[in-house]
């Protein structure tokens, strides 16, 4: 295992802070236009959702951070461990970027089960890229298979909750299912 020194968390925050000016240019609402910041909100189909610090999809942010571990450790296996990291935070910060472009948001609208959906807040934009990095840190101390069951677990999980999950997420915007939108819609 490696270290993440204080370089390595500088650099990390100023992707953060990056990607907060990028959306502020982008005209994101700072936080929920409901004006309220919630913990949790609990409701998919809801105004809420994507607005504040956590919500069904941040099961997925943490699978990011799993997936970007695992992807560092077999792409760059000399790298020091906290660059790993910050090159994860760009990967997971320029996704936060891209899916809140109007083509993007679009995309969500027309090809999935997410019909209002309007984009994030920057709350939760930056609430994201805390929840990736927090399973970049658990991927970085658990052993490989727990990792993986976590993963999994997690994909269920939400599947069961709320039908829908990071695989049903890229499938759906990659290559739209009839089904599959019909039966999400019928949450």
């Known amino acids: 295992m490696g270290s993440i020194k204080r370089k390595h968390w500088l650099a990390w925050g100023g992707v953060l802070l990056l990607a907060l000016l990028i959306l502020t240019a982008m005209g994101r609402p700072p936080i929920c236009t409901c004006g309220t910041v919630k913990l949790w909100e609990g409701e998919v189909f809801g105004p809420g959702n994507s607005q504040h610090l956590s919500d069904w999809y941040s099961f997925s942010h943490a699978i990011h951070g799993f997936l970007f571990y695992a992807l560092g450790w077999w792409l760059y296996p000399r790298l020091e461990m906290g660059w790993r990291l910050v090159i994860a935070a760009g990967l ?96």
Do not use: H
Request: hydrophobic share 55%; aromatic share 10%; with cysteine.
């Open 92 to 187: 997971e910060m320029a996704w936060e970027i891209l899916e809140n472009s109007p083509m993007m948001i679009e995309r969500y609208r027309s090809a999935t089960a997410a019909f209002g959906y309007s984009g994030d807040s920057m709350l939760n934009s930056m609430a994201d890229g805390v929840t990736m990095t927090a399973g970049f840190l658990l991927a970085l101390r658990l052993p490989w298979k727990v990792s993986v069951a976590l993963c999994i677990a997690a994909e269920l999980f939400t599947a069961y909750m709320v039908r829908d999950n990071l695989t049903l997420n890229v499938l759906m915007l990659v290559w739209p299912v009839d089904a599959i939108k019909v039966w999400q819609a019928a949450a």
